[in-house]
């Protein structure tokens, strides 16, 4: 079945530095992919998508570019403000046929110090 | 335009007993999703419904049960509570649940069982 691998977390980097997590899929066919955050105490936010290979998801400084080749959907941004403090999920829809279903990795909290 | 609300928002059961969980999705969203989100398991895909009909289902046991009503709500149900239930459970709307259509995250109900 489909599935999604998230790097280990959690990471913790200084305002400023640029941030890099990677992210993997298994997927059958050819899946949307997606990076939602979540914010303490709150839903998830989509931050960004793609829906074919080759395009790049960008929203609020941060980038992804949907790789087939090498099955990769990493998030980055080239400089992070503590604000950017939450807990980041990458995610996959198989687009055969009508449906919702996203499937997540286990997601990855990140801490920025001033 | 209102967001996806969820109600309760917080709930302490014990063991064996049933809950249900509410889900109001955005005005004029036909789609509704429901995820349960763990710190060992991640998040993970119960159901999703649409025009009052399961139209994708979990790998749940059938303790977890839900419903969509005319006007788009949505209710789960969970009987004969297990501690291992103790989760953030998380609904999301979507137009049509499908192609580009974005998902939108309730803030979540969180369920205890003791």
């Known amino acids: 079945g489909d599935s999604v691998t998230q790097m280990e977390g959690p990471v913790t980097l200084s305002e400023e530095a640029f941030l890099t997590i990677n992210c993997t899929y298994t997927?059958?066919?050819?899946?949307?992919l997606f990076w939602y955050v979540q914010y303490p105490g709150e839903g998830l936010q989509l931050l960004l998508k793609?829906?074919?290979?080759?395009d790049k998801g960008s929203n609020k400084g941060f980038e992804a570019t949907y790789r087939k080749e090498t099955t990769s959907f990493h998030l980055e941004k080239g400089s992070v403000q503590v604000s950017d403090s939450a807990v980041y999920f990458c995610?996959?829809?198989?687009?055969?046929?009508?449906?919702?279903?996203?499937?997540f990795g286990k997601g990855i909290t990140l801490s920025v110090r001033p | 335009k209102a967001g996806v609300t969820q109600t309760p928002r917080y709930l302490i059961k014990t063991r064996g007993q049933q809950v249900t969980l509410s889900c109001s999705p955005i005005s004029g969203h036909r789609s509704v999703s429901w995820y349960q989100q763990t710190p060992g398991q991640g998040l993970q895909f119960l159901f999703e419904y649409f025009s009052e009909t399961q139209r994708n289902k979990g790998n749940f046991p059938g303790r977890f049960s839900g419903r969509q009503f005319s006007n788009s709500r949505s209710e789960m149900n969970v009987s004969t509570l297990e501690l291992g239930d103790s989760a953030l459970y998380l609904c999301?709307?979507?137009?049509?649940?499908?192609?580009?259509?974005?998902?939108?995250f309730g803030p979540g109900t969180r369920l205890t069982v003791l």
């Open positions: 793609a829906t074919k290979a080759d």
């Open positions: 997927a059958t066919g050819y899946p949307s």
């Open positions: 995610a996959l829809r198989d687009n055969t046929g009508a449906n919702s279903k996203l499937t």
């Open positions: 999301a709307s979507s137009l049509y649940g499908e192609g580009n259509n974005e998902q939108f």
